[in-house]
């Protein structure tokens, strides 16, 4: 059986605060925040079906990922969306979650990577999770 990985980039604008926090991101502020989902699995071996080929076909992740993320957090206050205390490292398990309850398979799931500047961002893995 042969296994590949497909990644697909999204973007969206949120505020969010770190309350307690020692530095300026204890006040309301925002970010252009980018997402990274990667998904490893088997290539389909399914000839004459859609997905034949494939790990999983591009609009069906994006479709997952819109509908649980992205219209939840576009241009929406974390704290409030989310209930979290919102670090990146936070965010990030909770979008894992979300994910997964929203019909990405576990066992595919293999990267999250939320960038909060074009110069930092955040990383976990399967085995994090696990």
Request: one cysteine or more.
């Amino acid at each position: 059986m042969r296994y590949g990985s497909i990644t697909k980039i999204f973007r969206f604008e949120a505020a969010h605060h770190l309350p307690g926090h020692h530095g300026k991101c204890a006040r309301p502020h925002g970010h252009s925040y980018r997402l990274e989902v990667t998904i490893h699995g088997p290539i389909k071996d399914a000839p004459g079906e859609s997905d034949h080929g494939m790990v999983m076909d591009f609009g069906d992740l994006s479709h997952i990922v819109k509908n649980s993320i992205i219209e939840r957090l576009d241009h929406q206050d974390l704290n409030t969306v989310t209930g979290l205390h919102t670090t990146a490292e936070n965010l990030a398990h909770w979008i894992w979650s979300e994910l997964t309850a929203n019909g990405l398979s576990e066992a595919l799931l293999c990267r999250i990577r939320l960038w909060e500047t074009d110069n930092c961002f955040v990383e976990i893995t399967q085995q994090e999770r696990n």
